[in-house]
C-alpha cells in the first residue's frame, strides 16, 4: 500500500545545530507540505512544493528550508535549530489539484 | 490574521451524544472545505470534506453544514462514541490543496 513515512519519529537536537527530517511518499504525488503543531496553534504551513524542482515559502518558514529533488522526497532542514522550533512536525501530500492531503505520523523535535 | 477560527477548543460529551465543532472563515477564495480527525501519536486523517455549492454532507455518524453567506461551517458527531475522541481540526482550502487549519478541537467522548 502507498504511504508516507517521516523519519526520525523522534529527535532531540541542541541549539544552533542544524538538523533535517525526512519525508518519503510512495503515492506518486505532486504536492508535498511541511506543518507544524503547536498547542493552541493547529498545524501551520512551514513550506511546501508543488514538483520537482518546486519550493513556496508558508506563513511559519523562519529557519527552514527545503528542497525537492524527486517525487517522492521533501526533506525539512533547520538551519541552525532554536527553542522555539520545539514542535510536532508532519509532512503530508495531495494529489494533483485535488485537496485532500495523507499525513506521515510525525516527528516530535525537542531542541535544548 | 487567523483565517479559520475554530470552536470550541475541547469538548466533552457523554456516550450518545452529539458533538457539535463550529468553523469560521474569512477568505472567500477557499473552495474545499475538509475536517480531519487525529488520534494521540498519529498525524490527522480526513474525515468528512464539503464544497459550497452544497449546504449539508452526511457520512454515517458524522454531518457536515455549511452556510456560505456566513462563512461558517460545522461538524455535527451523532451518537457520539468513545472510540471518537480524538482531535479534529477543520480547514479550508483554496490555491491547489494548500490548506489552512483551525486550532482543533479536542473531544472526550465519556463512556
Known amino acids: 500500500d502507498a504511504e508516507i513515512t517521516q523519519s526520525p519519529r523522534h529527535k532531540i537536537t541542541e541549539t544552533g545545530r542544524q538538523v533535517t527530517l525526512a519525508c518519503h511518499q510512495t503515492?506518486?504525488?505532486?504536492?508535498m507540505f511541511w506543518y507544524r503543531q503547536d498547542l493552541g496553534h493547529g498545524l501551520r504551513l512551514i513550506h511546501y512544493?508543488?514538483?520537482?524542482?518546486?519550493?513556496n515559502k508558508g506563513e511559519v518558514s523562519d529557519g527552514y528550508s527545503v528542497s525537492r529533488s524527486n517525487t517522492e522526497d521533501l526533506p525539512l532542514t533547520l538551519e541552525s535549530a532554536a527553542s522555539s522550533q520545539t514542535s510536532v512536525y508532519f509532512c503530508?501530500?495531495?494529489?494533483?489539484?485535488?485537496?485532500?492531503?495523507?499525513f506521515g505520523s510525525g516527528t516530535q523535535l525537542s531542541v535544548l | 490574521q487567523q483565517q479559520v477560527k475554530q470552536s470550541p477548543q475541547s469538548l466533552i460529551v457523554q456516550k450518545g451524544g452529539i458533538s457539535i465543532i463550529n468553523c469560521a472563515y474569512e477568505?472567500?477564495?477557499?473552495?474545499?472545505f475538509p475536517w480531519y480527525q487525529q488520534f494521540p501519536g498519529k498525524g490527522p486523517a480526513l474525515l468528512i470534506a464539503?464544497?459550497?455549492?452544497?449546504s449539508e454532507k452526511k457520512e454515517g455518524r458524522f454531518t457536515i453544514s455549511f452556510n456560505k453567506s456566513a462563512k461558517q461551517f460545522s461538524l455535527h458527531i451523532m451518537d457520539s462514541q468513545p472510540g471518537d475522541s480524538a482531535t479534529y481540526f477543520c480547514?479550508?482550502?483554496?490555491?491547489?490543496?494548500?490548506?489552512?487549519f483551525g486550532d482543533g478541537t479536542t473531544l472526550t467522548v465519556k463512556p
Open positions: 503530508a501530500s495531495s494529489e494533483g489539484a485535488a485537496e485532500k492531503l495523507f
Open positions: 480547514a479550508a482550502v483554496a490555491n491547489a490543496g494548500k490548506s489552512t
Open positions: 503515492w506518486n504525488h505532486n504536492n
Open positions: 512544493s508543488y514538483g520537482v524542482q518546486d519550493t
Open positions: 464539503i464544497r459550497p455549492d452544497v
Open positions: 477568505n472567500t477564495a477557499f473552495d474545499y
